[in-house]
């Protein structure tokens, strides 16, 4: 059985991060409202492939170690 784990870190690239996780993209829109545009699967997939976790938190104004945690809740949930 093959494992589809991601680590979910600052520097993660969140297109990466959604084609591991696609259930994390409605919480990391409300978590960085910003990012509303993901939403948009082509404007997804010209900005996610070169944003981090770090640039969603700077633009959610939030610490990146609570987007991180977050998400990381909410994966294992």
């Known amino acids: 059985m093959q494992e589809n784990t991601l680590s979910i870190a600052a520097t993660t ?33 010209a900005m996610a492939k070169f944003a981090t976790l770090q640039t969603a938190a700077d633009k959610a104004g939030l610490p990146v170690e609570e987007l991180v945690e977050k998400l990381r809740s909410a994966v294992v949930e």
């Open 13 to 45: 690239n969140i297109a990466e991060l959604l084609d591991h996780h696609p259930e994390l993209l409605d919480v990391l829109v409300e978590l960085a409202p910003a990012l509303k545009n993901l939403k948009n699967p082509v404007m997804r997939k």
